[in-house]
Nanobody, 121 residues
Framework: QVQLQESGPGLVSPSQTLSLTCTVS??????????WSWLRQASGEGPEWMGAITYSGSRYYSPSLKSRTSISRDTSKNQCTLQLSSVTPEDTAMYYCARSYANVPGGFSSWGQGTQVAVSS
């Protein structure tokens, strides 16, 4: 079975760039026709979709975060990376990577365990 594992810093200073990596095992990130997404969830709130990179390398971003978000991949390492710039305490959340088949709304069949990120000085 495919497994996703998030990794990165648990604490980031305001104004800095957050970088998180999703490492995938048991499947290739280039396999047709999967999308690889990043989502986050603040305490007491629902999940917020941030963006995705597809099996072919196409990128899609949430309009509210597009200006600060960059998603990339390293196919040789089977990894997907999220970069969120100019972070503020409002970016404190649990961050997840997830897989969906194509762009099926909300159709995330696999999730990582999530990684908690706090933005604080």
């Amino acid at each position: 079975q495919v497994q996703l594992q998030e990794s990165g810093p648990g604490l980031v200073s305001p104004s800095q760039t957050l970088s998180l990596t999703c490492t995938v095992s048991g499947g290739s990130i280039t396999t047709n026709y999967y999308y690889w997404s990043w989502l986050r969830q603040a305490s007491g709130e629902g999940p917020e979709w941030m963006g995705a990179i597809t099996y072919s390398g196409s990128r899609y971003y949430s309009p509210s975060l597009k200006s600060r978000t960059s998603i990339s991949r390293d196919t040789s390492k089977n990894q997907c990376t999220l970069q969120l710039s100019s972070v503020t305490p409002e970016d404190t959340a649990m961050y997840y990577c997830a897989r969906s088949y194509a762009n099926v709304p909300g159709g995330f069949s696999s999730w990582g365990q999530g990684t908690q990120v706090a933005v604080s000085s």
